[in-house]
């Protein structure tokens, strides 16, 4: 692929806390191009993450490498405004009081809420409202965090990484807990995201979290990629029952696919 790579690994060890998380991992993710990281709960999925928002850093060692956008060293505040994140974890650091309109504002400072040090002018305010919007949330700017559904945060998180109009967007388990009217309408929002150019990386356990705009498929498991190539490719029934250590069958339909046992 001809397009800048995002992110570049060679031969990355990482450590979170006493445990080794990701084993010597080679990788490189294009600029347009949609992807989706599909392993087990403990893979190492969250720790790929983490390398990309630079919560988590390599051991230094001989031969291996980490570039963000082409560079070894990255600005955060400039990390931010390309790469846009949304994940439960920061779903969890919201307080249920804090405002609809508020969890938007704090993308532009990389905030969880609005502290009395941020001040939002009129132009980010207004590209917080028009977001609302674009997530179906408009009206509801003022509802606190808390009383709203798992559906309505995941979407309203979404706003909060898109108010940069960052380049790549990194979703982390976008599905987990959402019923199926939550699930179908982060989905729909998330094929339109991709089709106006915005590149996605999706990384979760869940095939039906797999848009059909999505065409690599990295395979990770144990902190090791067990497969790299394309969706048609990989997320068959043969390499998934061996990626989740159980008998599997992938029923296919417009581009989706669903896992039943065997």
């Known amino acids: 692929m001809d397009s800048q790579p995002y992110l570049e ?6 450590w979170l806390g006493p445990q080794p998380v990701l084993h010597g991992i080679d990788l490189r993710l294009h600029l347009g191009e949609h ?12 720790a790929l993450i983490k390398l990309l928002s630079r919560e988590l850093y390599p051991v230094v060692q001989p031969g291996s490498t980490l570039r963000l956008f082409g560079s070894s060293t990255v600005n ?7 790469i846009g994140h949304v994940s439960a974890d920061l779903q969890a650091g919201y307080r249920p009081g804090v405002s609809a309109e508020d969890v938007v504002l704090s993308g532009w400072f990389g905030s969880v809420g609005i502290g009395r040090q941020h001040s939002a002018s009129a ?5 917080a409202l028009e977001l609302l919007e674009q997530m179906g949330l408009g009206g509801l700017e003022r509802r606190p965090f808390g009383q709203l559904s798992d559906g ?26 959402l ?7 982060l989905l729909a929002i998330l094929r339109q995201l991709a089709n ?22 990295v395979l990770i498991k144990g902190g090791r990629i067990e497969a790299d190539g394309s969706c048609r490719e990989l997320l068959r029934a043969e390499p998934l029952s061996q990626l989740f250590d159980t008998p599997l069958r992938v029923v296919e339909r417009d581009g989706w696919r669903q896992l039943l046992p065997a």
Do not use: F
């Open 123 to 127: 132009a980010q305010r207004q590209r």
């Open 196 to 217: 106006a150019g915005t590149t996605l990386l999706v990384v979760t356990h869940q095939l039906d979290a797999v848009i059909p705009e999505l065409s690599r498929a």
């Open 179 to 185: 019923d199926p009217q939550g699930r179908h309408r």
């Open 76 to 82: 955060l505040w400039e990390l931010r405004r390309r």
């Open 35 to 46: 992807a989706v990281v599909l392993g087990p709960n403990g893979a190492g999925k969250s």
């Open 9 to 14: 690994l060679e031969r990355v060890v990482a």
């Open 152 to 177: 309505q945060r995941r979407r309203l998180l979404l706003a909060r990484a898109l108010v940069h109009r960052p380049e790549v967007l990194v979703l982390d388990e976008p599905t987990n807990g």
